[in-house]
């Protein structure tokens, strides 16, 4: 697997721990600011670890960044299954290859 999308995943896995954090303490005052910064430290760490964007403002710069990042996991995913890309695998994948990718990082 590539480091950029190891690392990706990485960063994506450590949001999503911050998140489930921020919620296993119920609604409070304050939780939709609490997002926030998970969601800048996620996009700063996958900008750190290539996945750019042109787009100035943040909304769109952290879809566009985390498009770029859900692409490239699922391009690696198949690989990972013998294929060369996305279109291979959407052309050849049997009923049990679909079944393993479901079971792929996500």
Do not use: C
């Amino acid at each position: 697997m590539t480091t950029q999308i190891e690392t990706g995943r990485n960063a994506v896995d450590a949001y999503r721990e911050a998140h489930r954090r921020l919620h296993e303490k119920g609604w409070h005052k304050g939780t939709a600011a609490a997002h926030t910064p998970l969601l800048v430290t996620l996009v700063n760490a996958l900008e750190q670890n290539g996945f750019v964007s042109s787009e100035t403002d943040v909304g769109k710069k952290r879809e566009e960044i985390l498009s770029s990042m859900w692409k490239a996991s699922d391009e690696q995913n198949v690989k990972e299954l013998g294929f060369i890309n996305k279109k291979d695998f959407d052309e050849k994948a049997s009923k049990a290859d679909r079944e393993v990718l479901k079971s792929k990082w996500r």
